[in-house]
Each structure stands twice: as C-alpha cells, then as structure tokens.
C-alpha cells in the first residue's frame, strides 16, 4: 500500500502564498506524474497542475504564472507553490500521484486525503 499525505492548507488573505506538499510513503518502485487538483463541495475536482517523472509540467489556464508545481524526488514529495491567490480559489486541494508498486510492478493512481485552502477577500 501507499499512503500520501498533504500538508500546508490554511487561511490566507487575498493576494498572499501558500505552499503545499503532499509526501508519498510506502511500497514504492516508482513515482511517474504527480499532480494536484481541487474540489469545491458538491463540484467535480478540477485539475490544478501535473508534472512527470521527467520534470515536465502542465497546469490550468487560471494558474499559469502564479502557480508552480515541483518536486523532491529522494523524497517522493510533490509541492504546489501558490501566490496571488483569489477567493474564487477558496477548494479543497488535492494531490495524486501514478506509483509502480514495490511489491507487484503494478501501477495504479493514490490521492491524499486533501487539504483545505480558504483564501478571504
């Protein structure tokens, strides 16, 4: 099994930064791309950014420029590095990562358990 878990959500006006990590434990081979994404209740989770094993990255069009994703690879972490953020981005935020288990080689996506982000005007 896998476990990843997500730090770093909070209260931030708007205008201000937050960072996040999202840290993957447990029987790992390995990690290919790992993203983040949102969910407002009752709306369906949306994709934030994603970056790939190689380091490549892709993100939503309201995040380009403001938002960066990265990664600590030794440590099987992914982080989402948001500034200028806007109430409208008030969701909670959620990581996913695709892993090849150490175990079986078989590959299957995780998400954490989410972390909410509450930014106020």
């Known amino acids: 099994q896998v476990q990843l878990v997500e730090s770093g959500g909070g209260l931030v006006q708007a205008g201000g930064s937050l960072r996040l990590s999202c840290q993957a434990s447990?029987?790992?081979?390995?990690?290919?791309?790992m993203g983040w994404y949102r969910q407002a209740p009752g709306k369906q989770r949306e994709l934030v950014a994603t970056?790939?094993?190689?380091?490549?990255?892709n993100y939503a069009d309201s995040v380009k420029g403001r938002f960066t994703i990265s990664t600590d690879n030794g440590k099987n972490t992914v982080f989402l590095e948001m500034n200028r953020l806007e109430p409208e981005e008030t969701f909670a935020y959620y990581c996913k990562m695709n892993v090849i288990s150490r175990l079986t080689f078989y590959t299957r996506d995780y998400w954490g358990q989410g972390t909410q982000v509450t930014v106020s005007s």
């Open positions: 970056i790939t094993h190689g380091g490549s990255t």
């Open positions: 447990g029987n790992i081979f390995r990690i290919n791309d």
